[in-house]
């Protein structure tokens, strides 16, 4: 048995991160549209919030995958 994660949950992990991305993104426009800031800048904050947005939520998402992996190679141990 793998200790690899199903499919399903991988898939999941990696479109959380694009989810994560967009999230990151409208909360940085709506701050740089908030903030007065125009032009450039708006697509500077933006796209700076959507890397923090999806860094942050990649992290979730990997420390996610390897709990899953080890609790399923203690469930498979135990059997």
């Given at each position: 048995m793998?200790?690899l994660?199903s499919?399903?949950?991988?898939?999941?992990?990696?479109?959380?991160?694009?989810?994560?991305?967009?999230?990151?993104?409208?909360?940085?426009?709506?701050?740089?549209?908030?903030?007065?800031?125009?032009?450039?800048?708006?697509?500077?904050?933006?796209?700076?919030?959507m890397?923090?947005?999806a860094?942050?939520?990649?992290?979730v998402?990997?420390?996610?995958?390897?709990a899953?992996?080890?609790?399923?190679?203690?469930r498979?141990?135990?059997?």
């Open positions: 793998s200790a994660p499919v399903l949950a991988r898939v999941i992990a990696f479109a959380s991160i694009f989810v994560g991305a967009g999230a990151g993104g409208l909360i940085g426009h709506a701050f740089a549209d908030l903030g007065g800031f125009s032009g450039l800048m708006i697509g500077v904050i933006t796209f700076a919030s890397l923090l947005g860094g942050g939520v990649a992290v998402a990997v420390l996610t995958l390897r899953f992996g080890e609790w399923e190679t203690i498979s141990d135990n059997q």
